[in-house]
């Protein structure tokens, strides 16, 4: 091989600063995209899942109710409580919502509610998730 075929061969080997520049750019934008579209999904599970969690304690406060003559419970930690015989209707960490903050729960009546604070950690916005 002579020098100008060696010097074209070099010349066409390999990548260019700018081709590496711009797939490092291009990385970097799908890299932000896909975090925006996971990080929704993952709000959106949360959101179903404390959905659920909310439905699991209705529940938990129908059968309280049942063992105890249609009482509802003072508190949501009420049905914590097991005896030497039977555990408690729900884990601790049931009473709180998949943020890890802890539900709110009000009685009116015959009536509960049940109140997550979402996304936000804050109880009385637009945000909140209730039965």
């Not at 179903?48 to 109710?65: F, L, N, P, W």
């Not at 049905?79 to 039977?86: A, K, P, R």
Request: charged share 25%; aromatic share 6%.
């Amino acid at each position: 091989m002579n020098e100008k075929s060696m010097k074209k061969l070099r010349r066409q080997s390999g990548f260019t600063l700018v081709e590496l520049l711009m797939v490092v750019c291009i990385l970097g934008i799908l890299y932000a995209g896909a975090k925006l579209v996971l990080s929704g999904q993952d709000n959106e599970t949360r959101i179903t899942v404390t959905r659920g969690s909310i439905s699991t304690i209705e529940q938990a406060i129908d059968i309280y109710s049942m063992k105890h003559g249609g009482k509802l419970p003072e508190s949501l930690e009420e049905l914590t409580i097991g005896t030497d015989n039977e555990p408690g209707l729900l884990k601790e960490s049931a009473l709180n919502d998949s943020w890890g903050t802890p539900f709110s729960y009000t009685r009116s009546g015959r009536k509960v509610k049940i109140v997550s604070a979402g996304p936000d950690f804050e109880l009385g916005t637009d945000d909140d998730i209730t039965n």
